[in-house]
């Protein structure tokens, strides 16, 4: 007779046989309570226990383990993860302790007849002693071990020193000694708190503030170093940041307060030190509720909407509810990678993927006829200062005509609002990529002028070379009525960790084992992460009546090179030692220093803070528009020997290096 092969084998899993010890253990332990009862109750001598009580003990044992057994179950004590036991499994065992203590008294007077008072009371005690002291001593041995590191050998072991003696550290410390996963031991603590120096944390010494930390981190032979203090400013996490990252340790971060108060203090929730921690400022955080009333319901187009900037304008927008989102790119690969992201986060969004150039006339036009926007953000761009150097037609071509061609579709189709995504670059720009973009700016102004004089039908149209006439008609010859569109333009400075900025440059290279490149020790930015960035331009979108150039506060500019050192370190480089830091000298069209706005421009306050308003140079608006069309001549032609020139004579700021 063969053996069915599809018939299962029972397998005994590892809780079946903890639960199975347990089971006899427990029907030992708990008759051999009440025997060690009775014996101590005759003076520990067994030939003067009276025959009548040890025959009454043996007849109720197996209807007492039976009992016991039966509510034991039912209490789920063979079911617990015992590694993890806490209060709950203590009540429960204590309520079973209880309950079959209880049963023992009853049956045995009404079975049997009246024994001894202390063999009840002390067999029940010694009972719930034995059925405890089993179920911890087991979690008691794990800790042990992994306090102990399997036995003392520490080899493959990383010795861990935690910022912080509050309750996040004590609980991140819990975390690494429970879990098998995690080959940490913590060796010692750091507090400013001055209270607790020189005494332990679950057997931990604190060993002082935070300037000990470099001398405990030798004396102890730290290899990571994880700061638990959630509840930190932006500045004192950068000051401790800074000390540490002088050690050489790996670091860690425990993002802030909202793990700590949901609980979710664990060293899977710590994160790697980044570049921004050092920046110690704290995160801007914009009052979204207007941008919310102003974009629910709204057909929206984002142009370059797969870009760093473009792409996260789509997920915030996505976010507050628009009627429907239209993202526009060239770029087929970064376009697909966001729609995939807002698919999955937002399944109920209605959102269109297009490709296409804002360079190409009839297909912007199409795009407006079809979809009738009711809000355009702007963002389509080349942004590369030495790419457009050597391209200088191709930018003027992509930045200002595109730019044109896309306003004057909107204008034309009804659109409410005009965002142009601009840049600190613009003002007095030494590149011709800063000066398309204050190009763009002068575009989005003489579009604004023109509205609020009721000449908009003046605009020159810039289409012929593509084939489009009469752009402002529909097919019967009927001019459009050409809308009251607000153009505005935001200008900010660099975004941490966007496509081609320096930090993803600077870890490539220290990936790679350096040198790591700086153009100039002194260049100085201005820094802002893209979450942040975006959220005042949206913000600043709502503000806007028409013509303004909006300046975001960037805060304090810092030195690349001081940035580039900081990276090192945080990946457990010397600059200079392991990485060398290596200087090219300044590209062709590079400030040293960036620029909010013009010399001649003031400031206006807005309602935010952080949202400025740019009082623009005033020019001749119908001499620029003028000129646009040669220029565009020029741009098409590829004349780049007369393209800067061109560009010099519409922008006066411009003084190319």
């Not at 400022?281 to 102003?294: G, L, Q």
């Not at 071509?397 to 613009?426: E, P």
């Amino acid at each position: 007779m063969q053996a069915n092969p599809n018939k299962k084998r029972f397998h005994f899993e590892p809780w079946h046989r903890i639960a199975a010890i347990l089971l006899l253990f427990d029907i030992f332990a708990v008759n051999l309570s009440y025997f060690i009862a009775l014996w101590l109750r005759f003076d520990l001598k067994y030939s003067t226990i009276p025959e009548r009580y040890l025959t009454e003990w043996i007849r109720l044992v197996p209807i007492y383990t039976v009992i016991v057994i039966a509510v034991f179950a039912l209490m789920r004590l063979y079911r617990s993860l015992w590694r993890y036991a806490s209060y709950a499994e203590l009540w429960r065992i204590i309520a079973a302790c209880v309950i079959t203590s209880g049963l023992h008294t009853i049956l045995s007077r009404v079975l049997f007849g009246r024994m001894p008072i202390s063999y009840y009371v002390i067999g029940a005690g010694i009972q719930l002693v034995a059925t405890i002291g089993i179920r911890f001593a087991y979690r008691f041995l794990l800790l042990m071990r992994a306090h102990h590191g399997d036995g003392g050998d520490e080899h493959g072991i990383s010795r861990v020193m935690i910022v912080g003696a509050g309750s996040a550290g004590q609980m991140i410390m819990r975390d690494i000694r429970r879990s098998k996963s995690i080959h940490d031991k913590v060796v010692c603590f750091i507090d400013d708190d001055a209270n607790k120096w020189s005494r332990f944390l679950d057997g931990v010494p604190i060993i002082g503030g935070r300037e000990e930390i470099l001398t405990a981190a030798e004396k102890y032979g730290v290899d990571k170093i994880y700061l638990a203090i959630p509840s930190a400013s932006a500045e004192a996490r950068r000051d401790i940041l800074n000390i540490c990252k002088e050690t050489g340790c790996a670091l860690k971060n425990l993002p802030g307060m909202y793990q700590f108060v949901l609980g979710d203090v664990s060293v899977s929730a710590m994160r790697d030190v980044s570049v921004e921690d050092l920046l110690g400022r704290e995160p801007i955080r914009a009052d979204m509720e207007e941008v919310y009333r102003f974009v629910t319901d709204k057909v929206v187009l984002v142009t370059g909407g797969g870009g760093s900037i473009g792409s996260e304008l789509c997920r915030q927008i996505a976010a507050h509810g628009p009627k429907q989102l239209i993202i526009f790119d060239i770029y087929e690969n970064s376009a697909y990678t966001i729609q995939l992201e807002l698919h999955e986060k937002y399944p109920s969004l209605d959102l269109v993927v297009l490709i296409g150039s804002v360079r190409d006339s009839r297909r912007i036009f199409g795009v407006f006829k079809k979809y009738r926007p009711d809000i355009v953000y702007h963002a389509a761009a080349h942004k590369h200062v030495p790419l457009m150097e050597d391209s200088p037609c191709e930018s003027i071509k992509n930045n200002a005509i595109g730019t044109y061609k896309t306003a004057y579709a909107a204008m034309v189709h009804g659109t409410q609002r005009f965002v142009l995504i601009s840049t600190d670059k613009a003002v007095n720009p030494t590149n011709i990529m800063g000066a398309s973009k204050r190009l763009c700016e002068m575009i989005i102004q003489s579009f604004d002028a023109k509205i609020k004089a009721g000449r908009a039908a003046e605009l020159p149209q810039l289409f012929t070379h593509d084939g489009v006439e009469n752009a402002d008609k529909d097919g019967s010859g009927r001019v459009f009525k050409l809308a009251k569109t607000e153009f505005v333009a935001v200008r900010f400075g660099n975004v941490l960790g966007s496509n081609g900025s320096v930090i993803p440059i600077f870890k490539k290279q220290i990936a790679n084992g350096g040198p790591v490149t700086v153009t100039h020790p002194d260049i100085i930015r201005y820094f802002m992460t893209i979450p942040e960035a975006v959220s005042l331009v949206l913000l600043a979108g709502t503000y806007a009546k028409g013509g303004e150039i909006f300046v975001l506060d960037m805060g304090s500019p810092v030195k690349i090179d001081t940035l580039a050192r900081n990276l090192i370190k945080l990946s457990g480089f010397r600059p200079d030692v392991d990485i060398k830091i290596e200087y090219t000298g300044l590209r062709p069209g590079e400030k040293l220093y960036e620029e909010k706005l013009m010399a001649e421009e003031g400031l206006r306050k807005t309602q935010n803070d952080l949202i400025h308003i740019g009082c623009p140079i005033p020019f001749d608006t119908d001499t620029f528009l003028n000129q646009l069309g040669a220029l565009m001549e020029v741009a098409y032609a590829n004349d780049e020997a007369a393209i800067r020139d061109k560009v010099q004579e519409i922008v006066t700021t411009y003084h190319p290096v």
